[in-house]
């Protein structure tokens, strides 16, 4: 979750900025993130060993994802301040 929150906030990222902000050691993230792309949540450019992680906005399920928690989490900000 914190993966896809975080995503969701930038438009792109690689995968040692999100195991670092997220915790989540670099191989674990990287299987994360091979079955999101297998599923089409999530698309990756490669640029040699870098990976640079976005949602695959062409997806349908990838669009209404990242919509979704964006919209969660500023609504969760909002009832944080309160």
Do not use: P
Request: net charge neutral; charged share 25%; proline share 0%.
């Amino acid at each position: 979750m914190r993966l896809l929150l975080l995503l969701a906030q930038h438009d792109e990222l690689n995968i040692t900025s999100l195991s670092k902000n997220t915790g989540i050691n670099h191989y674990k993230m990287s299987e994360h993130i091979t079955e999101m792309v297998e599923l089409g949540v999530l698309q990756e450019k490669r640029f040699g060993r870098i990976r640079i992680i976005s949602y695959n906005m062409e997806s349908e399920g990838g669009r209404r994802l990242k919509e979704f928690l964006k919209e969660w989490h500023c609504s969760y900000e909002v009832l944080a301040i309160s």
